[in-house]
């Protein structure tokens, strides 16, 4: 049933919403607009600081789930890295109403949020199937283009979830620790379609972090914005270590099946891959 260590305030989950913007930004994951997040919450929030304008907005897919549930997000073209200084200006949140069809949106009137990001249909798509598999009560989930991950999908030898859990997982002890299911990878889809989301919502039950070929990745948390930019950090730190290895001719070890393995039993990790 979720956590309870999460952020419980509006002020909260934004300031760490501008963490995880600032920290994606520093590892070259959100150029310009690109990338975004957004994050449930069960328990109502007190938007009137925050947002002094609201309007009726339809839901690209029903999430019946969520009725209830407030949903912190970024808009289209916002950028992630001026969320932590302007979070009212650059998030939206929806109140989603009984039924999960339709919410109420709230914004700030003349700020940069016009409208939720693109990809919101794979943010609500995620936010309900966890509501509805797990109860979480709060849940973050991000979008971010990083781009040692990106280029290794573009990669015939990485385009698989096996492949590319070997190649990723060696580097670092603590990477199997923090992704102890892998990365998910799917193939190329178009972004923003009913079929990536769908391929993404059940890639996300099993992993905290989906690779979409040729795109970037989406990461999900139970703990907060920033806990999904750091499954993200790990990701992406392993994909810099191949990336340096392939530079560098293919030398390095890397950790050893037997190496790795020894691990998740020191650690009692809960993986079946090593």
Request: proline share 6%.
């Amino acid at each position: 049933m979720g956590t309870t260590s999460y952020p419980e305030t509006l002020t909260d989950i934004l300031a760490s919403m501008g963490a995880a913007g600032r920290r994606l930004n520093s590892i070259d994951a959100i150029e310009a607009g690109a990338g975004n997040l957004s994050a449930i919450a069960r328990e109502p929030l007190e938007l009137g600081e925050f947002f002094d304008a609201e309007r009726p907005l339809e839901l690209p897919l029903a999430v019946p789930h969520l009725a209830g549930y407030t949903v912190l997000v970024t808009g289209s073209g916002c950028r992630l890295r001026e969320v932590g200084d302007q979070p009212a200006h650059n998030v939206g949140a929806v109140v989603v109403h009984e039924g999960g069809r339709a919410g109420t949106l709230h914004y700030r009137a003349g700020g940069n949020f016009v409208r939720p990001t693109s990809e919101f249909n794979s943010h609500l798509g995620v936010h309900d199937d966890q509501v509805a598999r797990r109860g979480v009560a709060f849940q973050a989930v991000i979008h971010a283009q990083p781009p040692h991950l990106t280029l290794l999908s573009h990669l015939p030898e990485f385009q698989g979830t096996a492949e590319l859990n070997r190649a990723i997982l060696r580097w670092e002890p603590e990477t199997i620790v923090q992704l102890p299911e892998g990365v998910k990878f799917l193939p190329f889809m178009v972004p923003g379609s009913d079929e990536l989301m769908a391929s993404n919502v059940a890639g996300l039950r099993d992993h905290q972090v989906v690779l979409w070929a040729k795109h970037g990745v989406m990461a999900r948390s139970d703990v907060s914005p920033l806990g999904a930019c750091d499954k993200i950090e790990y990701a992406e730190t392993g994909a810099l270590y191949e990336y340096k290895n392939l530079a560098t001719g293919g030398r390095a070890q890397g950790l050893s099946d037997e190496e790795l393995h020894r691990v998740v039993e020191a650690f009692h990790v809960p993986t079946t891959l090593f």
